[in-house]
């Protein structure tokens, strides 16, 4: 008896890709249909402590740390800005935004991680130096602007018990025509709607209870921690307490990027995706390899212009819609898009028949060993709370 592998017909792969197509804008129609959802202030708004780590001088971080420290909250916010080291840059520009502001700290960690990201490794100092009276706990990336109505947006959700995390992200906009800029853009921006779906938490924007922090052991996950988001987002899930994703209070980023820049962070996030969310990784794999065969399909051994108008069309429609939902939600944020509306289309366009072999690049480079190179550390990634510094440029 012999088997033979059934090779679908190029009519059967058209079909297929415009499936595929329609279940990308379901998950995008979702998300949309859960951003109109408003939590309204809380009542009685409690005392909240806002974290920023940060290393090195992001651009923008004086106008970035100017926008945290100007906030419409009603309540009492204390911010802690944490730096892991006295030497470092950041320090000195931090300390002249919070200057005038007494309930704003600069402080040096000197923490020298060995079984943790140096990120998580400060995030867990700086929780261990919390005012006393601070109820709710906000935690921001130094190298994104938030709006005034942030920290009112990100601490609403928590007035429902049942929330256990509130979380938002950015999407980088590039300030021109850049091909690496305009690519880091699409590849955020497209997957906002199914991190939505999913429930994950983005480390870039986040609040929770300072009692849940305590009660879940939060600072011994992140203290085992590369990616101090994706480890929350696990914690959050096994103990049954949802993530609700924060729309309103998406912060913004503009600037271009260069290609080592782009292919250093998004290797770095599928190989924490392969450790930490399979759920995510796998379903992925799948996806972008049926696409690359799909195209492969569509050019040889003669072309297919149906299978890739049909394949590319869904994917560029996808994108445009994309960005033109996030532009609605935050126009300001989208402010600096070259081109605006005809900017995004333009951007969808170029993205379609590119993003899917960006995808596979990144995928091949989650293939080898769990290592990560990052801010002048190499990490082995031996599971999700199995971090283990091996290699440290900075002595």
Not at 182 to 190: D, E, I, K, N
Not at 240 to 249: H, K, N, S
């Amino acid at each position: 008896m012999t088997f033979r592998l059934a090779v679908p017909s190029i009519l059967e792969l058209t079909i297929l890709a415009g499936t595929v197509g329609c279940i990308q804008l379901g998950f995008l129609a979702s998300a949309a249909w859960r951003s109109r959802r408003r939590s309204a202030p809380l009542k009685d708004p409690p005392s909240v402590a806002v974290i920023v780590a940060c290393k090195g001088v992001p651009p923008g971080l004086e106008a970035n740390a100017a926008a945290l420290l100007d906030q419409d909250y009603p309540g009492e916010v204390s911010w802690l800005f944490v730096v892991p080291e006295e030497g470092d840059p950041a320090c000195r520009v931090l300390s002249a935004a919070v200057a005038g502001k007494p309930r704003a700290r600069v402080l040096a960690s000197g923490v020298k991680p060995e079984r943790c990201s140096g990120k998580a490794a400060d995030l867990v100092w700086a929780l261990d130096r919390l005012p006393e009276g601070a109820e709710l706990v906000a935690f921001a990336d130094a190298d994104v602007r938030v709006g005034r109505d942030w920290l009112t947006a990100m601490t609403a959700p928590l007035a429902d018990h049942e929330v256990g995390v509130a979380t938002s992200a950015t999407v980088p906009v590039p300030g021109g025509a850049s091909f690496w800029g305009v690519l880091r853009m699409l590849w955020t921006a497209g997957g906002i709607p199914f991190f939505d779906a999913l429930g994950m938490v983005c480390g870039q924007s986040m609040a929770l209870r300072r009692p849940d922090i305590v009660s879940w052991g939060l600072a011994g996950v992140w203290s085992r921690a590369f990616l101090e988001d994706l480890a929350l987002t696990a914690l959050a899930r096994r103990l049954g307490r949802p993530v609700r994703f924060v729309f309103a209070a998406m912060p913004a980023q503009s600037g271009d990027c260069s290609a080592g820049e782009f292919w250093a962070v998004f290797n770095k996030w599928w190989m924490c995706f392969r450790v930490y969310e399979l759920r995510l990784w796998l379903p992925c794999l799948l996806l972008i390899a049926f696409k690359v065969y799909a195209v492969g399909r569509g050019v040889w051994p003669r072309l297919h212009p149906g299978l890739l108008a049909i394949l590319w069309g869904m994917d560029a429609l996808f994108l445009l819609a994309v960005l033109l939902w996030l532009r609605s939600l935050r126009p300001a944020n989208f402010a600096d898009l070259p081109g605006g509306i005809s900017g995004a289309g333009a951007a969808a366009l170029l993205g379609a028949p590119v993003l899917p072999w960006i995808y596979a690049a990144n995928f091949l480079c989650t293939l080898g060993p769990p290592r990560i190179r990052w801010g002048g550390r190499l990490y082995h990634l031996a599971g999700p709370l199995d971090v283990r510094v091996v290699a440290d440029s900075r002595g």
